[in-house]
């Protein structure tokens, strides 16, 4: 074993310092500093606090570990942090990780699989219990103090691991639990947090192995979600397309359908069932053993909690509990025992005859995912490559507008479709082509002229360039006009963004009475995309909005599934905004409606910016021009 010299502090505030104490004193050989909030008086925030308890370090140690002051600890936990310590010195552990996190479905799966240590998802890093390499430790200052910028403690944690390229991994069981009092971070609207799967003894022996997953089923916000894995990305995407995609939708359905009446609420019902039917899938791809019946019950005792706690009160989730541990461990074991349909799944899309091009790669190469889900099977393209095998060739090609930006131009785009014998070009363009119009609410045919606004006009040059060369080559060109875009890897411009970006970093945003906002989730934008695909080729038009929201309402939405800050009311200046769309067109020609949750694409939208970004994000549009 390497020699280990560990450090810690416990991060408290003055009205805790006396739990913090009781925390310290755990260490039998007294290792544990308390730190206490050094402007206890200013807002509430980790962060603050944050600095100095990894800055005081030992000079001679080899690693150091942080507290917040609301954990209980396990029985032994310092020589097992030791020889944690010892057998990964070069990487971050969390020895705690919450029920209402995206790790938590790592966590259940590294527990169902007998696993010791699993590899942590992009997500906040679990930071009630963290322990670091020494040189990291003393390096968190300088990165908070130059890219903190106000986000929230794990999150800058999260990106500071990042940048440094160190790994995360997460402690099976957790060998820390959250203890049950309020928050002074402001994290109690988050409601009752406990541990997904905790033991109150540390064992003395564990194996140096660490699982990672492809697919990671996870309940949260109370719906139920799956990450998988392409690359080095993870989707994020909710569990019924998921079980779609690979020919397991009609078993999870017929079981729960064939599932005993429990009482609980339908919506709750379902997402259970989905989430614990695509563990138990997973699970069996993975192993043959059975896992362990105590800790089937402990995890599937914290999956219900996990994705309600928010809300739900934690008396409500207590009588819930053992209903939910129930009806969770009859899916797990629908889903293991369930056999996919081959006949189900989609066909591979490499011969795919719809190209998407243009737009941020990850947004255009999520899009042709959600459009082969919707039966138009279609790959990422970031250029039209001239010389491909004919069956190869695309004979389609959705095309993102950006004109603000240098990627694959629309002039170079069209010369590559014309090479290629494309057939067809839908052209994804954009409500900011209405941009400081007069109307109030523009239908397709209020555009007759080019605008005047500079933002308008470089979008009306986009279409104009498509549909003349669709003129010119004969070749039926569609221009959808989207609104402001919602979902992961949309386009940061938008005032929805810019709101979220915002608030995260503990930054007033500014609203203006009277505006209105229009949205189109990422999932409606791929099915107006397929009902326009699946409809006769022809030149056409069309607006295309999920939602729309007075400005306060707006706010709201941003405030509800980001982090609730100020807002402050500004002066109504004048400058140009963009308008609402009439959207009766498209329902009237092919049949397409909205469909998705708007708040569950606002949510993943603002996930996906704090979780998922790590200080990539181009600088969102500022707010005289939101």
Known sequence: MNTIVLTGAVMTHPRRIAAAEAIAAKDPKGRVRVVTDPDPSGPPTALRTANPSWSCVGDDSTHHLVFQDDVLIADGFFPYAEKAAAAFPGEAVAFYEGWEGRNSGV??????????????????????????????????????????????????????????????????PSTVDHDDVPSLAGNSTHGWRRATFFSDRAEDTFSDDCVSFPVVPYYQYGEAKCAVRHGDRWEHLDTDRYLKRVGMAAPCDAGLVAAADDGLPEPVRRHVWLTAFATGMVVRGLTTRDPDPAVADAVMDALGPGGLC??????????????????????????????????????????????VTGGDPAFAAQLARLLTDAGHPATHHPRLERNRAPHRVPHTVVHLGRPYDDGYRVSEMLADAEKAGVERLVYAGSAEIYRGADQDECAEETLFAPPRHAEARAWWDEEEECRSWGAATGTPV???????????????????????????TRRTALVVAGRHHQIVDYRDMADALAAVLAAPARPAVYNVASARFEEAEFAELAAETARRTPYEQAPVTGAPHTPLMSTGLITAETGWRPSAQVRNGARAQAQWLACDTHDVVGAARSDSDA
């Not at 409500?316 to 996919?340: C, K, Q, S, T, Y």
């Open 478 to 504: 569609q221009v959808l006009r989207f609104a402001e875009i919602v979902g992961p890897h949309a386009p940061t411009r938008g005032v929805l963004a810019t709101w979220m970006l915002r608030a995260w």
């Open 107 to 172: 966590v259940r799966l590294a527990a169902l699989t007998g696993a010791s240590w699993a590899r942590a998802l992009d997500e906040h890093v679990p930071s009630l219990a963290l322990m670091l390499p020494a040189e990291a430790a003393r390096g968190y200052e300088r990165f908070a103090a130059e890219h903190g910028n106000g986000w929230p403690y794990d999150v800058v944690v999260q990106r500071f691991l990042k940048a440094s390229g160190i790994p995360v991994r997460l402690a099976v």
């Open 310 to 355: 928010e809300e739900y009160t934690g008396a409500e989730l207590v009588e819930m509990m053992p209903r939910i541990r129930a009806l969770a461990l009859a899916a797990f074991a629908a889903g293991g025992d369930a056999r996919r349909d081959p006949a189900a799944v989609p066909g591979p899309p490499d011969g795919a005859g719809i190209a």
